[in-house]
């Protein structure tokens, strides 16, 4: 019996790539047939017509497989559900935008056959900017410095995942989810290879330096409480600095009696003192944010439809949970 290979394709507003990646997978299945394949797009709440670009390819192929989400919930939670209805004994994470190139699958399979559990990829040049691609190098550095667990550099979502490895993230259900962070904390065997990230033939790209951002936080505050300890830190240097400078005021009034105190030295160092307190404080409730998001124990997704079939209320699919 052949294995079967999913490759899982996140989709926001990808209208205009459709064509593209419907040549681009028939391509990969037709030069690798020693395996069943499936081609699972989960629409995450797109706003254009792609949800009809996709029916049509399921109408086509039934190799071409969807989930559509009931709004955008964005890349991770797409990626979750793409975990939860993947049925391949391994899945191909790509982008919808086809920037990861399909060449890179067949030495992907190769190292899983070997017995490769997490084969990701690397980029080994890229058409990002300069100032993304030194803003990313100094994220990986920082995070893997702040971490106990070994950080994959230069790595995204493009990755081939053992069955293993899907399941053990379908088993983490939280919704505050950095899943590049989630690919080294399960560990198994992996094993890195290069490629050259593609320009993008369609579209424009939807991740801006804010949701970079946001993304470069949700990493650090996932998986180290080392801000925390920096905050921690800063209250004991100010009040180090505040000890220092109170002995100095004391021996200076004893010595050249008691001067009017001087304005600038107050305001520095009360702007300086709320500002560490500001700081702390957000850093804080950047966890504790978390902390109350994960309480409510909200689903993460709902589904409207899956393969042309309403998902209903009392299908355990619907709100994001397991299904086996």
């Known amino acids: 019996m052949k294995k079967k290979i999913t490759i899982l394709l996140p989709a926001y507003n990808e209208a205009s790539s ?3 990646l419907h040549d681009k997978m ?3 299945a037709g030069e690798n047939p020693g395996y069943d394949w499936e081609f699972l797009l989960v629409n995450d709440g797109s706003t254009d017509n792609t949800l009809e670009c996709i029916k049509e390819l399921h109408a086509s192929d039934p190799r071409f497989s969807y989930v559509d989400l009931s709004r955008n919930y964005g890349k991770e939670i797409a990626m979750m559900a793409g975990f939860d209805y993947a049925t391949g004994d391994a899945v191909i994470i790509m982008d919808s935008d086809m920037q990861h190139p399909v060449s890179s699958i067949p030495e992907m399979l190769r190292y899983w056959e070997e017995g ?3 084969v990701y990829a690397q980029r080994k040049t890229s058409k990002e900017s300069w100032l993304k691609k030194k803003t990313s190098q100094l994220y990986y550095k920082l995070l893997q410095n702040t971490t106990r667990i070994p950080i994959q550099q230069n790595s995204g979502d493009f990755r081939l995942l053992d069955r293993v490895c899907v399941n053990a993230l379908r088993n983490m259900r939280e919704t505050q989810r950095n899943t590049k962070g ?7 065997r992996n094993k890195g290879i290069q490629y050259d990230q593609l320009e993008r033939a369609h579209g424009t790209t939807k991740w801006n330096y804010w949701n970079l951002f946001n993304l470069a936080l949700d990493g650090l505050t996932a998986y180290t409480t080392s801000p925390l300890r920096i905050a921690s830190i800063m209250g004991i240097v100010c009040s180090l600095i505040g000890f ?3 002995i100095y005021i004391l021996v ?3 010595i050249y009696g008691d001067p009017v105190a001087g304005y600038p030295t107050m305001m520095v160092t009360i702007l300086f003192i709320g500002g560490v307190q500001l700081l702390s404080l957000g850093i804080i409730g950047e966890y ?5 998001n994960e309480s409510k124990h909200r689903p993460p997704y709902f589904v409207n439809t899956y393969n042309d079939r309403q998902i209903g209320d009392d299908a355990p699919a619907a709100t994001g949970k397991q299904s086996n």
């Open 116 to 118: 490769y559990q997490d």
């Open 288 to 292: 504790l944010g978390r902390v109350f």
């Open 26 to 28: 028939l391509e990969v």
């Open 244 to 246: 220092v400078y109170l």
């Open 252 to 254: 200076n009034t004893l």
């Open 18 to 20: 459709m064509q593209l």
């Open 182 to 188: 989630m690919y080294c904390w399960i560990g198994f």
